[in-house]
């Protein structure tokens, strides 16, 4: 970061924040808090609009007398500090602290606000720029991800599993029971080409197989592949398994698939679901049947739990990138940096939007309950069925 935006930055906050009045960093100020673009030539912000006059009356004493402009919506006024522009704004009746899309970033040894790069996401002059940045990111991220779940993952799998043949004779008695949530939203699975994407340990691919289906993995953990394919061979099965980043993949398997199966724990792993959502469109035949089964964003982004004890403490709109522990940690033996990773926790309406965006026609949305009675009426997981 340029030293001179960051010194600026800094005394702009320290003394934006002696007035204790919310504020943020907004446009290309913000973008670059967040790495998507160069430091800009000026710094802005915004800050509460019925502190806005006051704060110009200091700031005219502080860094020289500037002439506020108003407009029918915003007010705003230019200053030079330490040799930066620097412009203050604000927007009438609007309430800072409840801007859905504010995040916090580290600036130094502090933190600031900024608006967040997937508000400017939703803008055309911004959207270019921001799609490639978060395809940049989620390079980085992928890589990351890729690490922690080549690490020990096959040792969590036994933990979690058994032996592989102890799971494959589980499996082969009672296919259906491993589908049972899916299994309502599915077509016909006989003689049908089915893929499961981020399909893991290839559990759910082989039921499939079992009941007739022609099944194939996509993931982009070889140790995954591993249990995955001891699994299928004792079950007598041909499983196909690609070993590749989704987003990643060429274009020879474009068209080939009558079923394309996504499930729980899947979506937190991409930053912009529209490239993923584009991919799954690529993937399927005409009048292919997309489904799609999480974990509801009520119970992961708002509540938190606690035993039989629930509190509404999450922002459901909260678009911050997360860093977190991988979802098989809990059965290792040694936890080690690699089993950290980043993740992206989305609404219902962005997943839902992101899929209608890249032509798939939505044709069903569930909403399930937690089968727990001290959890009853907190949705636990949505299962949304789309066609091409």
Not at 243 to 269: A, P, Q, R
Request: a negative charge; hydrophobic letters at 40%; charged letters at 25%.
């Amino acid at each position: 970061m340029p030293e001179l935006q960051e010194n600026v930055l800094k005394n702009l906050s320290s003394n934006l924040n002696n007035y204790n009045i919310p504020f943020f960093f907004i446009n290309e100020t913000a973008l670059w808090l967040q790495g998507a673009v160069d430091a800009p030539h000026s710094i802005a912000v915004s800050i509460q609009w019925d502190a806005f006059e006051s704060v110009v009356g200091d700031f005219n004493l502080k860094y020289g007398v500037a002439k506020p402009e108003y407009t029918s919506e915003t007010s705003y006024a230019l200053y030079v500090i330490d040799e930066c522009p620097v412009r203050i704004e604000c927007t009438y009746n609007t309430v800072i602290r409840t801007n859905p899309y504010l995040i916090e970033v580290s600036l130094g040894e502090q933190s600031v606000q900024c608006l967040s790069l997937y508000y400017y996401q939703k803008l055309p002059e911004w959207r270019n720029i921001i799609d490639a940045h978060l395809k940049k990111i989620q390079e980085n991220v992928t890589a990351q991800n890729e690490k922690s779940w080549n690490q020990q993952t096959y040792e969590a799998l036994l933990n979690r599993f058994g032996k592989p043949e102890e799971a494959a004779t589980k499996l082969k008695e009672n296919p259906k029971s491993r589908l049972k949530s899916l299994l309502p939203y599915l077509p016909s699975l006989q003689g049908k080409k089915v893929a499961n994407l981020m399909g893991s340990h290839g559990m759910k691919a082989t039921a499939m197989s079992l009941l007739g289906a022609n099944a194939t993995v996509i993931d982009f953990s070889y140790e995954n592949e591993r249990f995955a394919k001891e699994i299928a061979e004792e079950c007598n099965v041909d499983l196909s398994y690609y070993v590749t980043d989704i987003l990643k993949m060429n274009h020879d398997l474009d068209g080939s698939f009558d079923i394309i199966v996504m499930e729980l724990g899947i979506l937190h792993y991409f930053l912009d679901l529209h490239p993923l959502f584009k991919v799954v469109s690529r993937l399927l035949k005409p009048e292919g049947t997309f489904v799609i089964q999480d974990f509801h964003p009520i119970s992961t982004k708002l509540i938190s739990s606690k035993g039989k004890k629930h509190k509404v403490d999450g922002n459901y709109f909260d678009p911050t990138i997360y860093r977190t522990k991988v979802a098989f940690e809990k059965h290792l033996t040694n936890e080690t940096a690699e089993s950290l990773v980043l993740q992206r926790k989305w609404t219902l309406g962005e997943i839902l939007t992101s899929i209608a965006d890249e032509n798939l026609i939505i044709k069903q949305v569930t909403e399930e309950p937690n089968i727990k009675l001290h959890d009853r009426g907190i949705p636990k997981i949505f299962t949304v069925k789309a066609v091409k």
